[in-house]
């Protein structure tokens, strides 16, 4: 019998078999999403960028920076970066609140406008390839499960 020679790393338990971790499953599925993202959406607009500029899109009169942020989910700093990046690029524009001088409206530019019609289409075949090996029902179910563990860990 050999004996098993010990290292400073060794605690005696067995390696965890992590594809029976939903948080690195899930780790290695967003890892699979940034992938298809960079090769059938965009390789300019990021996804936290397209989700702000979705939720735009739903708000023709423009946001204010927190409360567009928290339709997001997006902390306060990198919602401030999404939007001066967004902003460099000339898809937003942001103007000041005449009522509330510290309040800044954002809205979609023209341009703006444009690169979401064109990245729409592009995010369905990204979709549709990310979720192929599931059948219909299992892309419902996908997306419950989903929705059931955001809500109940996100934080207010």
Known sequence: M????KNKADSGLPPEDLMLHPGHLLRRALQA????????VSHTVTSPQFATLNALLREPDGLDQ??????VSLDRSTM???VSRLGAKGLI??????RDGRRKTITLTT??????QHLIPRTHVMTRRLVRALDQRERAEL???L?????????A
């Open 33 to 40: 999403m940034n992938l298809l993202w960079d090769e059938e």
């Open 2 to 5: 050999t004996k098993r020679k």
């Open 111 to 116: 341009k703006g406008v444009g690169v979401m």
């Open 80 to 82: 401030a970066e999404v």
């Open 147 to 155: 929705k059931v563990i955001v809500s109940t860990n996100e934080r």
């Open 66 to 71: 927190r409360t567009l942020g928290s339709r």
């Open 143 to 145: 997306l419950r499960v």
């Open 93 to 98: 524009s942001t103007e000041r609140d005449a």
